[in-house]
């Protein structure tokens, strides 16, 4: 298997220039809102799951720690919005986080993720890159933050769903058409890339 390799936010925004191909993803106006889950049904709606999830954890309505990070969520919902409805199988899914209620260390407890917000997840019954599968949806890869800036908004529509979401949840070849596997890895710009151990299609 190859190791890893990275890959620059320069060289991933330069090879996807020209993205007609996902001219269709809608815009955050013609977005439905997600749905909001909590620490009482996340295990049914999400480890349960019969269909692949992705989780937004995010601030809702009040910046809590007061470091910006309301925006960044509101940013990010915009995006995980927009794929929701480029992707009707795969649930999208929305967790507010109510630091008065939930404590740092309760949350990485019940969650297994650091208490980043936002921060998106994807769970899925069978790892591409690995090639095994599961009984229940685990945690397969972390974006964690959000766009600085509106304008980055469809840009980050782009790279998700051109390829994160179809090489990681599908088995199917990126934009790119390298054969690889797109991974985030807690990180919001550092993409990487594996050779995973079944050929994407």
Same mark, same amino acid.
């Given at each position: ?24 993803? !809608? ?5 439905? !809102? ?17 269909? !692949? ?34 992707? !009707? ?113």
């Amino acid at each position: 298997m190859a190791g890893l390799e990275e890959l620059t936010r320069r060289e991933l925004l330069g090879g996807i220039a020209g993205l007609a191909a996902l001219a269709a993803l !809608p815009t955050s106006a013609q977005a439905k !809102p997600l749905e909001e889950i909590t620490e009482h049904d996340f295990r049914q709606k999400v480890y349960e799951n019969t269909k !692949p999830v992705i989780v937004l954890f995010g601030e809702d309505k009040t910046d809590l720690k007061q470091d910006g990070s309301l925006a960044y969520s509101k940013r990010m919902q915009q995006v995980i919005e927009a794929l929701a409805d480029k992707y !009707p199988q795969i649930d999208f899914l929305f967790f507010a986080y109510d630091h008065n209620t939930m404590t740092r260390q309760q949350f990485e407890h019940d969650f297994k993720l650091s208490n980043t917000s936002p921060m998106t997840v994807m769970y899925a019954r069978h790892d591409v890159f690995t090639g095994k599968r599961f009984d229940r949806n685990v945690k397969i890869d972390v974006l964690r933050g959000g766009p600085k800036l509106d304008k980055d908004i469809p840009l980050l529509v782009k790279n998700l769903g051109g390829y994160w979401i179809p090489t990681n949840l599908f088995g199917q070849d990126n934009l790119e058409r390298d054969g690889k596997v797109y991974r985030l890895e807690n990180t919001f710009e550092d993409w990487k890339m594996y050779d995973p151990v079944v050929p994407l299609r």
